[in-house]
């Protein structure tokens, strides 16, 4: 069995587990083009595809003829051409739930960082400053937080949330009541949460329909001095009507691990707010969510070349839970 990884190796130990399973993996570099994907996965005959840092389009599905099972190593799959699996009878699969924890603990510092301003303190006294006579920042304890989305992230978010009290508003039109966390309050619409709260934070996947739904005219809805967070997926805003709300209001910051582009220009108008605080698409990238990632896209794998079995909570695409 070989799989094609499209970014760098797994972890020591997915590697360790994959090698126990007899199943090759041979990295890509990052974000390869579909003619470099196609012709290094039929250079192994590759029956997996391991996707980290890249995008795998009809192109690519339709171009390699033993492919037969692709595997997100974290769960967006945006990236990934579902429709043209399904089309072919491969399963596309996540590591679901494997590195919640990890992203929530980056919204989390992400957070933090805007609310107080870290990064551009820390500028600051590098640059020879002392900012202590004048700077004040914001207490997170108490506020409103409205989370779009709560799916195992948004759930682990909402855990690390907990000492520091507020109400807690929540859309997601796909959350049962039954499963609606105690003490939360259920929103109808984006509108409404955005009006209601604080801080924002975004862990809903990226669709058709919401792309780009973070809007000059949602962004116009919050309140004044209100932070947004995005753990989530780039393309969910509209990049430009954030620049404006940052540099005019209502926003008092933003923190931003992804981007419509990436990796962003060198010249974005962002690089020139002082109340942004940003990262590399790095929520996931922790040792220990590495290895369950790793582990969880190994397995799976196996288990499906093997066996043609398949989580089904895992699988993304229209198949049936057991298709081979």
């Not at 609606?180 to 259920?186: E, F, Q, S, Y």
């Not at 990796?263 to 108008?269: K, L, R």
């Not at 070349?305 to 081979?324: F, H, K």
Request: glycine share 8%; hydrophobic share 50%; charged share 15%.
């Amino acid at each position: 069995m070989t799989a094609l990884i499209v970014g760098p190796l797994l972890s020591d130990a997915a590697m360790a587990k994959a090698a126990a399973h007899d199943l090759t993996l041979v990295p890509l570099k990052p974000y390869a083009e579909a003619g470099e994907m196609i012709a290094a996965a039929n250079s192994i005959c590759a029956q997996a595809i391991i996707v980290r840092m890249g995008v795998v389009s009809r192109a690519v599905i339709e171009s390699i003829p033993t492919l037969r099972i692709i595997a997100k190593h974290g769960v967006g799959v945006d990236g990934i051409d579902r429709d043209a699996a399904s089309s072919r009878g491969i399963p596309v699969v996540v590591a679901g739930g494997a590195n919640a924890q990890s992203v929530a603990e980056q919204a989390l510092a992400l957070l933090m960082s805007v609310a107080r301003s870290t990064a551009w303190l820390d500028r600051r006294v590098r640059a020879g400053h002392w900012d202590k006579p004048t700077y004040a920042g914001m207490e997170i304890t108490g506020k409103t937080v409205g989370l779009v989305g709560l799916g195992a992230i948004g759930r682990a978010f909402l855990h690390l949330l907990a000492p520091f009290g507020g109400a807690v508003r929540i859309y997601d039109p796909y959350l049962s009541d039954a499963k609606l966390p105690a003490g939360t309050i259920r929103c109808a619409t984006v509108r409404e949460l955005l009006e209601q709260s604080d801080i924002v934070s975004l862990h809903c996947p990226l669709t058709p329909d919401n792309r780009g739904f973070v809007d000059a005219a949602a962004l116009g809805a919050m309140r004044s001095g209100s932070i947004l967070l995005n753990t989530a997926r780039g393309e969910l805003i509209d990049e430009a009507a954030l620049y404006e709300a940052l540099r005019i209001g209502p926003l008092a910051g933003a923190g931003l691990d992804t981007f419509a582009s990436e990796p962003p220009a060198a010249d974005h108008p962002f690089w020139t707010l002082d109340n942004l605080v940003v990262s590399p698409h790095v929520g996931a990238n922790t040792r220990e969510a590495r290895v369950r990632v790793g582990m969880s896209v190994v397995d799976q794998i196996a288990s499906y070349l093997t066996a043609g079995t398949i989580q089904p909570r895992n699988l993304v695409n229209s198949l049936a839970a057991t298709a081979a």
